[in-house]
Protein backbone atom coordinates (compact mmCIF):
# COMPACT_ATOMS: atom_id res chain seq x y z
CA UNK A 1 0.00 0.00 0.00
CA UNK A 2 1.37 3.57 -0.99
CA UNK A 3 2.08 5.22 1.76
CA UNK A 4 0.77 9.21 1.13
CA UNK A 5 0.08 11.16 4.29
CA UNK A 6 2.06 12.32 7.28
CA UNK A 7 0.12 10.29 9.04
CA UNK A 8 0.43 7.02 7.02
CA UNK A 9 4.30 7.64 7.44
CA UNK A 10 4.53 8.10 10.74
CA UNK A 11 1.90 5.37 11.82
CA UNK A 12 3.53 2.89 9.52
CA UNK A 13 7.00 3.41 11.09
CA UNK A 14 5.87 3.11 15.27
CA UNK A 15 4.08 0.11 14.25
CA UNK A 16 7.47 -1.39 12.83
CA UNK A 17 7.23 -0.93 9.16
CA UNK A 18 9.20 1.49 6.52
CA UNK A 19 7.40 4.26 5.17
CA UNK A 20 8.23 5.88 1.86
CA UNK A 21 10.29 8.54 3.91
CA UNK A 22 11.47 9.46 6.72
CA UNK A 23 8.17 11.40 8.95
CA UNK A 24 9.13 15.36 9.90
CA UNK A 25 7.12 16.15 12.25
CA UNK A 26 7.87 19.46 13.96
CA UNK A 27 6.49 21.50 17.64
CA UNK A 28 5.32 24.16 16.73
CA UNK A 29 3.54 25.19 19.68
CA UNK A 30 6.06 27.60 20.88
CA UNK A 31 6.47 29.70 18.34
CA UNK A 32 2.55 29.86 17.48
CA UNK A 33 2.58 31.31 21.02
CA UNK A 34 4.62 34.20 20.06
CA UNK A 35 3.02 34.84 16.97
CA UNK A 36 -0.55 34.99 19.29
CA UNK A 37 1.49 37.02 21.84
CA UNK A 38 2.67 40.07 19.04
CA UNK A 39 -0.96 40.15 17.13
CA UNK A 40 0.26 37.83 14.21
CA UNK A 41 -2.26 35.21 14.92
CA UNK A 42 -5.72 35.16 16.46
CA UNK A 43 -5.94 34.20 20.33
CA UNK A 44 -8.06 30.84 19.29
CA UNK A 45 -5.55 29.84 16.86
CA UNK A 46 -3.78 26.79 18.61
CA UNK A 47 -6.77 25.46 19.03
CA UNK A 48 -8.88 26.29 15.95
CA UNK A 49 -8.83 24.51 12.62
CA UNK A 50 -6.27 26.67 10.61
CA UNK A 51 -3.97 25.98 13.31
CA UNK A 52 -3.63 22.13 12.01
CA UNK A 53 -4.17 23.98 8.27
CA UNK A 54 -0.95 26.11 9.14
CA UNK A 55 1.02 22.70 9.72
CA UNK A 56 0.11 21.81 6.22
CA UNK A 57 0.94 24.42 4.71
CA UNK A 58 4.28 24.69 5.93
CA UNK A 59 4.22 21.10 4.61
CA UNK A 60 5.08 19.46 8.67
CA UNK A 61 3.27 16.73 10.41
CA UNK A 62 1.66 17.25 13.29
CA UNK A 63 1.59 15.61 17.12
CA UNK A 64 2.62 17.61 19.85
CA UNK A 65 -0.30 19.95 21.56
CA UNK A 66 0.54 20.09 25.64
CA UNK A 67 -2.71 18.39 26.77
CA UNK A 68 -3.38 16.70 29.90
CA UNK A 69 -7.01 14.43 29.29
CA UNK A 70 -7.86 15.04 32.57
CA UNK A 71 -8.58 18.00 34.85
CA UNK A 72 -7.13 18.20 38.41
CA UNK A 73 -9.44 18.65 41.63
CA UNK A 74 -7.85 19.38 44.75
CA UNK A 75 -10.27 18.36 47.89
CA UNK A 76 -9.51 19.75 51.49
CA UNK A 77 -7.34 22.22 51.40
CA UNK A 78 -7.98 26.13 50.55
CA UNK A 79 -6.61 26.86 47.33
CA UNK A 80 -6.28 30.86 46.18
CA UNK A 81 -4.99 31.70 42.76
CA UNK A 82 -4.47 35.47 41.73
CA UNK A 83 -2.19 37.22 39.17
CA UNK A 84 0.20 40.38 40.26
CA UNK A 85 1.40 41.34 36.78
CA UNK A 86 3.30 39.49 35.39
CA UNK A 87 3.43 36.87 38.24
CA UNK A 88 0.92 34.25 38.50
CA UNK A 89 0.35 32.94 42.56
CA UNK A 90 -0.81 30.02 43.85
CA UNK A 91 -1.62 29.41 47.76
CA UNK A 92 -2.51 25.95 49.27
CA UNK A 93 -3.65 25.89 52.83
CA UNK A 94 -3.66 22.20 54.32
CA UNK A 95 -4.36 20.94 57.85
CA UNK A 96 -0.31 20.41 58.37
CA UNK A 97 0.73 23.82 56.58
CA UNK A 98 0.66 26.44 53.83
CA UNK A 99 2.61 26.14 50.54
CA UNK A 100 2.58 28.62 48.18
CA UNK A 101 4.41 28.85 44.84
CA UNK A 102 5.05 31.79 41.87
CA UNK A 103 5.64 31.65 38.17
CA UNK A 104 6.94 34.45 36.24
CA UNK A 105 5.52 35.64 32.82
CA UNK A 106 8.71 36.63 30.77
CA UNK A 107 7.25 38.66 27.98
CA UNK A 108 10.18 38.71 25.99
CA UNK A 109 10.83 35.24 25.62
CA UNK A 110 6.83 34.46 25.49
CA UNK A 111 7.27 32.04 28.23
CA UNK A 112 6.99 31.50 32.08
CA UNK A 113 9.36 30.52 34.47
CA UNK A 114 8.85 29.20 38.66
CA UNK A 115 10.35 31.88 40.59
CA UNK A 116 8.81 30.51 43.85
CA UNK A 117 8.61 26.72 44.54
CA UNK A 118 5.58 25.06 46.58
CA UNK A 119 8.38 23.49 48.37
CA UNK A 120 11.40 25.04 50.06
CA UNK A 121 12.26 22.92 52.71
CA UNK A 122 11.77 19.58 54.32
CA UNK A 123 8.98 20.70 56.57
CA UNK A 124 7.10 21.82 53.77
CA UNK A 125 6.90 17.65 52.58
CA UNK A 126 3.93 16.76 55.30
CA UNK A 127 1.90 19.52 53.72
CA UNK A 128 2.82 18.09 50.15
CA UNK A 129 1.82 15.07 50.63
CA UNK A 130 -1.34 15.89 51.91
CA UNK A 131 -1.98 17.85 49.08
CA UNK A 132 -1.28 14.87 46.78
CA UNK A 133 -3.50 12.09 49.16
CA UNK A 134 -6.34 15.05 48.95
CA UNK A 135 -5.87 15.28 44.91
CA UNK A 136 -8.75 13.54 42.73
CA UNK A 137 -8.83 13.44 38.64
CA UNK A 138 -11.51 13.28 36.35
CA UNK A 139 -11.34 12.68 32.88
CA UNK A 140 -11.53 15.71 30.56
CA UNK A 141 -11.20 14.36 27.00
CA UNK A 142 -13.10 17.22 24.41
CA UNK A 143 -10.01 18.08 23.26
CA UNK A 144 -8.57 14.79 21.98
CA UNK A 145 -12.00 14.48 20.17
CA UNK A 146 -11.64 17.79 18.75
CA UNK A 147 -8.46 17.30 17.58
CA UNK A 148 -9.15 13.63 16.10
CA UNK A 149 -11.55 15.62 13.73
CA UNK A 150 -8.62 18.22 13.00
CA UNK A 151 -6.01 16.38 12.45
CA UNK A 152 -6.71 14.04 9.39
CA UNK A 153 -3.45 12.71 7.57
CA UNK A 154 -1.08 15.45 8.98
CA UNK A 155 -0.83 13.94 12.01
CA UNK A 156 -1.94 11.49 15.07
CA UNK A 157 -3.18 13.13 18.18
CA UNK A 158 -1.01 12.92 21.34
CA UNK A 159 -2.04 13.07 25.26
CA UNK A 160 0.38 13.44 28.41
CA UNK A 161 0.08 10.95 31.44
CA UNK A 162 1.24 13.10 34.45
CA UNK A 163 5.07 13.29 34.68
CA UNK A 164 6.99 10.93 37.10
CA UNK A 165 6.57 11.74 40.96
CA UNK A 166 10.21 12.93 41.35
CA UNK A 167 10.21 14.85 38.03
CA UNK A 168 6.92 16.18 39.47
CA UNK A 169 8.85 17.19 41.80
CA UNK A 170 12.60 18.35 40.45
CA UNK A 171 10.71 20.34 37.37
CA UNK A 172 8.05 21.79 38.89
CA UNK A 173 7.62 21.89 42.98
CA UNK A 174 10.94 21.38 44.62
CA UNK A 175 13.63 21.93 41.62
CA UNK A 176 16.68 19.78 41.36
CA UNK A 177 18.99 21.62 44.47
CA UNK A 178 16.00 21.05 46.84
CA UNK A 179 15.06 17.56 45.61
CA UNK A 180 19.44 16.53 46.14
CA UNK A 181 19.55 18.38 49.50
CA UNK A 182 16.19 15.77 50.89
CA UNK A 183 17.50 12.93 49.66
CA UNK A 184 20.98 13.16 51.34
CA UNK A 185 19.25 14.29 54.33
CA UNK A 186 16.04 11.99 54.70
CA UNK A 187 15.61 10.33 51.71
CA UNK A 188 13.28 8.07 53.85
CA UNK A 189 11.11 11.52 53.61
CA UNK A 190 11.69 11.80 50.00
CA UNK A 191 10.54 8.19 49.25
CA UNK A 192 7.53 8.60 51.68
CA UNK A 193 6.72 12.01 49.51
CA UNK A 194 7.04 10.21 46.19
CA UNK A 195 5.08 7.58 47.14
CA UNK A 196 2.28 9.87 48.04
CA UNK A 197 2.70 11.47 44.67
CA UNK A 198 3.08 8.08 42.93
CA UNK A 199 -0.33 7.01 43.91
CA UNK A 200 -2.24 10.06 42.82
CA UNK A 201 -0.25 10.21 39.53
CA UNK A 202 -1.14 6.10 38.77
CA UNK A 203 -4.97 7.80 38.83
CA UNK A 204 -4.96 10.48 36.63
CA UNK A 205 -2.61 7.94 34.12
CA UNK A 206 -5.13 5.29 34.02
CA UNK A 207 -7.26 8.57 32.47
CA UNK A 208 -4.95 9.26 29.85
CA UNK A 209 -4.39 5.89 29.20
CA UNK A 210 -8.75 5.78 28.09
CA UNK A 211 -8.36 8.71 26.69
CA UNK A 212 -8.60 8.92 22.55
CA UNK A 213 -5.26 9.82 21.56
CA UNK A 214 -3.00 7.06 19.90
CA UNK A 215 0.54 8.15 21.86
CA UNK A 216 0.79 8.67 25.31
CA UNK A 217 3.90 10.85 26.46
CA UNK A 218 5.22 10.67 29.67
CA UNK A 219 6.56 14.75 29.33
CA UNK A 220 9.70 14.31 31.80
CA UNK A 221 11.39 17.15 29.83
CA UNK A 222 14.70 15.29 31.25
CA UNK A 223 18.08 15.86 30.36
CA UNK A 224 20.75 13.83 32.20
CA UNK A 225 23.30 16.92 33.10
CA UNK A 226 20.20 17.30 35.95
CA UNK A 227 19.22 14.04 36.16
CA UNK A 228 21.81 11.09 35.98
CA UNK A 229 21.33 7.18 35.74
CA UNK A 230 21.39 6.94 39.71
CA UNK A 231 18.04 8.96 40.00
CA UNK A 232 16.84 7.03 37.00
CA UNK A 233 16.89 3.95 38.22
CA UNK A 234 16.00 4.93 41.59
CA UNK A 235 12.98 6.97 41.22
CA UNK A 236 12.27 6.76 37.75
CA UNK A 237 12.33 3.69 35.88
CA UNK A 238 9.56 1.60 37.60
CA UNK A 239 6.97 4.23 36.81
CA UNK A 240 8.38 4.36 33.41
CA UNK A 241 8.28 0.51 32.67
CA UNK A 242 5.00 0.00 34.51
CA UNK A 243 3.23 2.92 32.04
CA UNK A 244 5.21 1.71 28.79
CA UNK A 245 3.55 -1.45 29.51
CA UNK A 246 0.27 -0.58 30.11
CA UNK A 247 0.31 1.90 27.17
CA UNK A 248 1.39 -0.94 24.54
CA UNK A 249 -0.94 -3.42 26.39
CA UNK A 250 -4.27 -1.19 24.91
CA UNK A 251 -2.47 -0.93 21.97
CA UNK A 252 -1.22 2.91 22.05
CA UNK A 253 1.88 4.19 21.67
CA UNK A 254 4.60 5.25 24.45
CA UNK A 255 7.09 8.22 24.51
CA UNK A 256 9.20 10.39 26.65
CA UNK A 257 10.43 13.77 26.32
CA UNK A 258 13.77 14.26 26.28
CA UNK A 259 14.99 17.21 25.06
CA UNK A 260 18.39 18.24 27.36
CA UNK A 261 21.93 16.07 26.78
CA UNK A 262 21.98 12.43 26.20
CA UNK A 263 24.99 10.37 27.26
CA UNK A 264 23.84 10.07 30.76
CA UNK A 265 20.77 8.72 30.23
CA UNK A 266 19.51 7.95 26.66
CA UNK A 267 20.63 4.13 27.09
CA UNK A 268 18.62 3.50 30.44
CA UNK A 269 15.73 5.19 29.16
CA UNK A 270 15.75 3.41 25.57
CA UNK A 271 15.37 0.24 27.74
CA UNK A 272 12.40 1.44 29.66
CA UNK A 273 9.72 0.51 26.93
CA UNK A 274 9.05 3.55 24.97
CA UNK A 275 7.72 3.14 22.02
CA UNK A 276 9.92 6.62 20.60
CA UNK A 277 12.39 9.08 22.89
CA UNK A 278 11.22 12.63 21.59
CA UNK A 279 12.66 16.27 20.87
CA UNK A 280 16.26 14.56 20.95
CA UNK A 281 19.07 17.58 20.90
CA UNK A 282 21.97 16.71 18.91
CA UNK A 283 25.19 18.59 18.82
CA UNK A 284 26.43 20.92 18.47
CA UNK A 285 24.24 22.50 20.61
CA UNK A 286 23.39 18.81 22.69
CA UNK A 287 26.10 16.26 23.66
CA UNK A 288 25.79 13.27 21.36
CA UNK A 289 26.06 13.63 17.47
CA UNK A 290 23.28 12.02 15.38
CA UNK A 291 25.54 9.52 14.00
CA UNK A 292 26.29 8.07 17.64
CA UNK A 293 22.68 8.13 18.39
CA UNK A 294 21.94 4.91 17.62
CA UNK A 295 25.23 3.08 19.02
CA UNK A 296 24.26 5.08 22.70
CA UNK A 297 20.84 3.87 22.89
CA UNK A 298 21.63 0.49 23.01
CA UNK A 299 18.13 -0.83 21.87
CA UNK A 300 17.30 -1.42 18.31
CA UNK A 301 13.57 -1.01 18.98
CA UNK A 302 13.14 2.59 20.08
CA UNK A 303 12.69 4.68 17.82
CA UNK A 304 14.67 7.84 17.67
CA UNK A 305 12.54 11.47 17.47
CA UNK A 306 14.58 15.09 16.74
CA UNK A 307 17.64 16.34 15.23
CA UNK A 308 16.79 20.03 14.77
CA UNK A 309 17.82 22.27 17.28
CA UNK A 310 15.33 24.96 17.96
CA UNK A 311 18.25 27.45 17.09
CA UNK A 312 18.60 26.28 13.50
CA UNK A 313 15.28 27.61 12.90
CA UNK A 314 16.89 31.09 13.73
CA UNK A 315 19.22 33.95 11.87
CA UNK A 316 21.38 33.18 14.39
CA UNK A 317 22.80 30.21 12.69
CA UNK A 318 23.85 30.78 8.69
CA UNK A 319 21.84 29.53 5.76
CA UNK A 320 24.64 27.37 4.71
CA UNK A 321 25.04 25.54 8.20
CA UNK A 322 20.92 25.01 8.40
CA UNK A 323 21.16 22.77 4.85
CA UNK A 324 24.49 21.09 5.81
CA UNK A 325 22.74 20.19 9.12
CA UNK A 326 19.71 19.19 7.56
CA UNK A 327 21.32 17.21 5.19
CA UNK A 328 23.51 15.23 7.52
CA UNK A 329 20.93 14.14 9.41
CA UNK A 330 18.49 13.34 6.94
CA UNK A 331 21.85 11.46 5.91
CA UNK A 332 21.52 9.28 9.23
CA UNK A 333 17.87 9.17 9.43
CA UNK A 334 17.62 7.53 6.05
CA UNK A 335 19.78 4.86 6.47
CA UNK A 336 17.45 2.70 7.57
CA UNK A 337 13.46 3.57 9.54
CA UNK A 338 14.53 4.32 12.92
CA UNK A 339 14.37 7.52 12.68
CA UNK A 340 11.44 10.89 12.93
CA UNK A 341 13.15 14.01 11.73
CA UNK A 342 11.65 16.36 14.56
CA UNK A 343 12.48 19.55 15.96
CA UNK A 344 14.47 19.65 19.40
CA UNK A 345 13.03 20.87 21.20
CA UNK A 346 10.50 23.84 19.49
CA UNK A 347 10.37 26.49 16.75
CA UNK A 348 11.33 29.21 19.01
CA UNK A 349 9.88 32.84 19.01
CA UNK A 350 12.61 34.06 15.94
CA UNK A 351 11.68 31.01 13.93
CA UNK A 352 12.23 31.68 10.55
CA UNK A 353 8.87 30.43 8.59
CA UNK A 354 11.23 29.60 5.23
CA UNK A 355 13.67 27.19 7.40
CA UNK A 356 10.29 25.22 8.28
CA UNK A 357 9.06 25.15 5.02
CA UNK A 358 12.73 23.94 3.98
CA UNK A 359 13.03 21.39 6.19
CA UNK A 360 9.85 19.98 4.37
CA UNK A 361 11.57 20.48 0.52
CA UNK A 362 14.71 18.63 1.60
CA UNK A 363 12.93 15.91 3.18
CA UNK A 364 10.71 15.37 0.03
CA UNK A 365 13.15 15.36 -2.11
CA UNK A 366 15.29 13.49 -0.72
CA UNK A 367 14.27 11.37 2.81
CA UNK A 368 13.84 8.20 1.13
CA UNK A 369 15.62 5.86 2.32
CA UNK A 370 18.79 4.13 1.22
CA UNK A 371 19.44 0.62 -0.56
Same mark, same amino acid.
Given at each position: ?9 L ?9 D ?29 A ?13 L??YF ?7 N?R??E?K?G??R ?7 H?V????W ?5 SF ?7 LI??P????A?R ?37 M ?8 I ?13 L??T??A??Q ?12 P ?15 G ?14 W???I ?13 T????L ?7 F ?14 D ?7 S ?12 G %???T *??V????? +? =?? @? #?? $?L?V ?7 ? %???A *???P?D?? +? =?? @? #?? $? ?7 G????
Amino acid at each position: MRVTTDRERLLRLLGGGTPDRVPWFGDLDYWATSLIGRGLKPKDFKVSDAYIEWHRDLGVGFYLQGYFPFKTVIENCRVSEWKEGPARRRKIETPHGVLTETWTWLPDSFSEAPTERLIKSPPDLKAYRYLFENTRYEPDYAFAELRRRQVGGMGVVLCYLPKSPFMQMVALDAGILAVTEIFADDPGQLAETLAAVRQAHDRAAWLALESPAEVLMIPENLSSEVVGPRFHELFMRNYHETWTGRIGAVDKFSCIHLDGTLRGLLRQVCSAGFTFIEAMTPAPVGDLDVERWAEWSGNEATILWGGLPG %LYFT *DKVSDAEF +E =RH @V #RS $VLKVMTSRPRYV %LGVA *DQVPPDGL +E =RR @V #RR $VGELVAAGGGYRP
